[in-house]
């Protein structure tokens, strides 16, 4: 195999200590977590330490019209950390600073590589919240979250991430610095940069620093666990619930395939059910809201178990994070991220069983019941091509499946390269047209993450 080599120029214009050429290390940098999306060979990381540096990085890839992959902790599930040959991955790992908490404004300023749980520690020793909760808050990183405008299990009630960013600092292609937004509580000062980089998934920019909004604390929550003896009763519930009980902090859905697979790695005891919902409120009437919640769980057939200890609704919170986890030592894995309206959830759960029995392959069901944004995992065995391609087939069938019930291809993955071929289906041709031109207006000639989203 031959081994790709940087230009002289664009490693001799540069800082020391910033670029890495070890092959070993940049087989490391070919992907992130995702399965089933191409990967090629980069000529090179480059590590920046901040935002001039990014900008030396920038000027140098576009003035050699060298592709940039921009890599936050590699913990994507959609390919869009994906490296391609003769392209550059630019790490924000080095740039994981907590630059500024401001107590009386509810803001910080971090860094794009800080973890997100770092962040949300940080700020709790000021009494405050950040609440975007990724199902990998302990190694995912606040520039990844923004550039895929991740969600998790608090979106329910407080949002998702893009709902906390007040103000980015943005490098451009060709090396400018771009700021927009702002710290004040209010500002419409002309067109909303923020939100349209919010989600662009590195192919407008290189985030170097973002400022978040952040809440008063909540109070610890009070958690309700319910089983039911299908996945469709637990999902009428959660329709029951969306209606009935509304400001719940967290409303999951597991079902049994899911159950099993993190019984068996927490050793937990968890019940043996068809399907489990777990669900939180950490607000001041949370007795009432459960209340309610358990009446609409039982009257659609479900078994209700109360807690207010905070040990023990940390300790179902974690069980649920483990999910993904435990499924993927089933076998290998190929996880779905589509959301619906959360009237159509049953009916995306009763689509995702058929799939599961004309493909003969099991697919465990969890996710973010509260918000409509589930994620199907299908277990298949990669050594075996038949396997492989049923393993796609379903992929698409419950992708197709949510189109057809309103909703979309991903709720908070984001498109990568796993579902750049979708948004046809999803988005119209004028919609196409208009994202194309904007991205062709921040990369003129295309270097930054070519072949995601679009």
């Known amino acids: 195999m031959t081994t790709l080599q940087p230009t002289p120029d664009l490693l001799a214009g540069l800082p020391d200590g910033i670029a890495v050429t070890d092959p070993d290390i940049l087989r490391s940098y070919r992907r992130d977590h995702s399965r089933f999306t191409d990967s090629g060979s980069p000529l090179a990381v480059l590590a920046p330490r901040g935002t001039a540096e990014v900008a030396q990085c920038l000027r140098a890839c576009h003035a050699a019209r060298i592709p940039v992959v921009t890599r936050g902790a590699g913990s994507g599930l959609s390919g869009g950390a994906n490296a391609v040959d003769g392209a550059v991955v630019l790490s924000t790992h080095r740039m994981n600073a907590v630059l500024h908490i401001d107590p009386a404004e509810r803001l910080a300023v971090v860094q794009p590589g800080v973890l997100t749980g770092d962040l949300r520690a940080a700020v709790a020793e000021h009494g405050l919240f950040y609440p975007p909760d990724p199902g990998s808050v302990d190694f995912c990183s606040i520039g990844g979250n923004v550039a895929t405008n991740a969600g998790g299990m608090c979106c329910v009630k407080y949002g998702v991430t893009g709902d906390f960013v007040a103000a980015l600092e ?202 409509g944004n589930l994620h199907p995992t299908i277990v298949f065995d990669g050594a075996d091509p038949a396997s492989a391609a049923a393993a796609r087939r379903a992929f698409d069938a419950i992708t197709a499946a949510a189109l057809e019930l309103g909703g979309t291809i991903t709720g908070e993955h984001g498109v990568g390269r796993l579902k750049a071929g979708w948004l046809t289906r999803e988005l119209d041709p004028v919609n196409l047209a208009v994202q194309r031109a904007l991205r062709g207006v921040f990369d003129p000639d295309g270097i930054l993450n070519p072949g995601v989203v679009l």
Do not use: N, W
């Open 170 to 371: 943005v490098v451009l292609a060709d090396g400018r610095v771009l700021r927009t937004g702002t710290r004040t509580v209010k500002g419409v000062a002309g067109y909303d940069l923020t939100r349209l980089l919010v989600g662009s998934e590195g192919t407008l920019g290189v985030i170097t620093e973002v400022t978040v909004r952040l809440r008063p604390a909540p109070r610890p929550p009070q958690t309700l666990v319910a089983t039911f003896g299908t996945p469709a009763a637990a999902s009428a519930a959660v329709t029951g619930i969306d209606a009935a009980a509304p400001g719940c902090s967290a409303v999951e859905i597991l079902d049994r395939t899911t159950l099993r697979a993190v019984d068996a790695l927490t050793h937990m005891g968890l019940a043996d059910d068809a399907a489990m919902l777990l669900v939180q409120a950490d607000s001041a009437d949370a007795d009432a809201v459960l209340g309610a919640v358990a009446e609409i769980c039982a009257a659609a057939g479900g078994e209700v178990a109360r807690s207010a200890d905070a040990a023990e609704s940390a300790l179902l919170m974690a069980a649920r994070r483990m999910a993904l986890p435990a499924l993927e030592r089933l076998g290998d894995h190929l996880l779905d991220d589509v959301c619906v309206p959360r009237g159509r959830i049953v009916d995306l759960v009763l689509a995702v069983e058929r799939i599961a029995a004309d493909s003969g392959l099991t697919i465990g069901v969890f996710g973010h019941a509260g918000d």
